[in-house]
């Protein structure tokens, strides 16, 4: 008999996953079709160290963002990830989204394991416990809200994150109900678990305390130690691979808001996200919520109103929320703990402690599991209260929870076209109100590259009257008039832009193509100094090793890339290069150990491909 339950519930258990996997893949489904947009530019058509599993450790090694912008992003397992969809599919789109789709049915899944075993210790009957869960980790699973971590290549972070951040947390759960020897496995299996989920996205770092904070809300003082000893352990391996890792702080752009503004932003960024939770209709990245003034005219004043009642807004429900835990301390525990994490996993995201934006929607994956799964109880205990009327209110109940739940598939996948492609994300993002500057200048830098040089010039000038001393629409703005030939307007940009130290080195490479196309001259001291400014920069360098080659200096090209690879041996580009000036001066055998060098570094550099 004892088999028999045991066998139903595992079964039970397999096809709650299986129609959570269902549900994900219906409703992120056109994701598969869509293309690489904005960030996946950078993490995976020009990351050197996703060509090859033999540059995995040397992954760990380096930041985000190797030839982009620099960030402080430490993340070596999205990059693993990214890899290993390399070495399967080189640069098709489509896996890469497919992988992402899956690691969020994983997160799902994790957190259905997670939310029930966590409401089981709190004495709930283990039916209720999983349906709640089940509910919960469901609505949480196809929730538009989340599409911007799930239909983004980029955003797989956070899935990744989640997925070993509540797998983490259940073993620990598992730990505390194991007696003797047989807990140890748990408690190693969760402190991987959670360093896996630090090393996926820095929100990672959160699960070891709520796991502390689970413990001591039950004041269970042993498991707290324990507990406590697998978050140290955890955070000084972070630290110590964080710390190693090659690393160029991440340029400011903006200064952070004052502190005596922040909550402010944290008033009405909670606001905001209710407003996207409660109506998931207004959906788009690069959200801001702080108040941008642009002159007194009657738009302005009233979108300063709006962010004004925002601001009241996001106070009453901050104290609604307060009041909510205050009533669940003592009336529903399950309930207290939930929202207690939720508050743990939101506070970092608040707006309250400055990060590289004032709101963003991915930002509340992982709080919104645990609020999700607080009003899932708070409904079966209203439920329970109307006892009377059940059969009424359970099939109205079931009715507007199906409703609801359709809804919220169908937008999920209608919000997934969004990212079919750059030009449908840009243009989409700026017309449902994501209009900042960032966006414009990506708008601009499409344009420019497809050739419409007019359209750049607008969407570079309406990022400038948002943003004014822009470097990135400065720098882009120079490139539109060197296309055009107003050479007089590019040298005045350029000469501005050399005082700014995110695009001063590309302002001095653009200075020795004016230089080029103004007198016909090759100004290989201005690619020298371009070469030399800044962060390293391969594009530059690659740039400047040509240059030397064309005019006659191969020799010295060699000795400039040599030098490059002494720092960088990991570009597989690099050796390729190399391998193509010496087989230039005739050196065979130089030739073809670079060759070889260049195809460890990427699965896909065929010997056809190498040798053409």
């Not at 028999?4 to 258990?13: E, G, P, Q």
């Not at 599409?147 to 990744?160: E, I, K, Q, R, T």
Request: aromatic fraction near 10%; glycine fraction near 6%.
């Amino acid at each position: 008999m004892h088999g028999l339950l045991i066998s139903s519930f595992v079964v039970k258990k397999i096809w709650a996953a299986l129609i959570l996997i269902a549900v994900v893949f219906i409703s992120y489904a056109p994701a598969v079709r869509n293309g690489f947009v904005w960030d996946d530019t950078a993490l995976v058509l020009r990351d050197p160290l996703i060509r090859s599993w033999r540059l995995i450790p040397e992954g760990f090694n380096h930041f985000l963002f190797v030839d982009a912008t620099a960030s402080d992003f430490y993340r070596p397992i999205q990059r693993l990830i990214y890899t290993i969809d390399y070495a399967a599919f080189a640069f098709r789109p489509g896996p890469y989204h497919l992988t992402s789709v899956l690691w969020h049915s994983l997160a799902a899944i994790a957190f259905l394991f997670f939310a029930e075993e966590l409401l089981l210790s709190f004495g709930l009957e283990r039916g209720r416990s999983r349906l709640m869960a089940f509910v919960a980790a469901l609505v949480w699973a196809i929730h538009p809200v989340q599409s911007a971590a799930v239909a983004y290549v980029s955003g797989v972070a956070d899935p990744l994150a989640a997925t070993f951040g509540f797998l983490g947390l259940f073993l620990l759960l598992r730990a505390s109900l194991t007696l003797g020897p047989r807990e140890l496995p748990f408690l190693i299996g969760s402190g991987v678990a959670f360093l896996l989920s630090a090393l996926s996205k820095e929100s990672g770092l959160l699960f070891p305390l709520i796991g502390m904070a689970f413990s001591l809300l039950r004041k269970n003082w042993v498991n707290l130690w324990k507990t406590a000893a697998v978050a140290a352990l955890v955070a000084a391996s972070y630290f110590s691979l964080r710390a190693a890792a090659e690393h160029n702080p991440a340029p400011t752009l903006t200064p952070p808001p004052p502190l005596l503004v922040r909550p402010i932003i944290a008033a009405r960024a909670v606001a905001e996200y209710t407003g996207l939770i409660l109506f998931p209709m207004n959906l788009h990245m690069d959200r801001d919520v702080e108040t941008q003034p642009s002159g007194f005219n009657e738009a302005s004043m009233a979108h300063a109103a709006w962010r004004e009642l925002q601001t009241l807004v996001g106070l009453v429900l901050i104290a609604v929320f307060f009041y909510w835990m205050l009533r669940a301390r003592k009336r529903n525990p399950a309930v207290f703990t939930a929202l207690l994490f939720g508050l743990i996993a939101y506070l970092p995201v608040s707006g309250i402690v400055a990060l590289n934006a004032t709101a963003a929607e991915h930002w509340i994956y992982l709080p919104s599991a645990f609020f999700f799964l607080a009003i899932a109880l708070e409904i079966v205990e209203l439920g329970q209260k109307l006892k009377s009327r059940r059969s009424t209110i359970a099939a109205t109940t079931l009715v507007l929870g199906v409703v609801w739940m359709a809804f919220l598939g169908a937008r999920t996948f209608a919000r997934t076209f969004d990212w079919k492609d750059q030009r449908t994300f840009l243009e989409r993002t700026i017309a449902h109100g994501g209009d900042s500057a960032r966006m414009l200048i990506n708008l601009g830098g499409l344009e420019l590259t497809e050739g419409k040089l007019e359209d750049a010039a607008v969407h570079l000038h309406a990022a400038l009257q948002k943003k004014p001393d822009q470097p990135l629409a400065i720098i882009n703005l120079a490139a539109v008039a060197l296309k055009q030939k107003d050479f007089k307007l590019a040298r005045e940009l350029l000469t501005r832009a050399t005082q700014m130290p995110l695009v001063d080195a590309e302002a001095h490479q653009l200075l020795a193509v004016l230089e080029s196309k103004e007198s016909g001259k090759v100004d290989l001291m201005r690619m020298r100094l371009a070469a030399r400014t800044g962060p390293p920069n391969w594009s530059i360098e690659k740039r400047y090793i040509q240059l030397l080659d064309q005019t006659g200096g191969t020799a010295a090209a060699i000795n400039e890339l040599l030098t490059c690879l002494q720092s960088q041996s990991y570009r597989a580009e690099s050796w390729k290069l190399l391998s193509d000036l010496h087989a230039k001066l005739g050196h065979s055998t130089q030739a073809a150990e670079a060759l070889e060098q260049a195809r460890a570094y990427d699965v896909h550099l065929s010997t056809s491909k190498l040798e053409n």
